[in-house]
């Protein structure tokens, strides 16, 4: 079960980073999930 679930990350791991081809893209793509996050909590409130 422990190894289904580390290549199951491992996969979705590998396709988040395949997404976007530089680290910079991997940072704005992370910020823009940050955003949509906080947005989210402020409509929650």
């Given at each position: 079960m422990k190894r289904i679930a580390f290549a199951l990350i491992a996969c979705v791991s590998l396709l988040v980073t395949a997404g976007c081809?530089?680290?910079e893209g991997l940072g704005?793509?992370?910020q823009k999930t940050g955003e949509?996050?906080?947005d989210?909590?402020?409509r929650k409130k």
């Open positions: 081809n530089t680290m704005k793509d992370i949509k996050l906080e989210a909590a402020a």
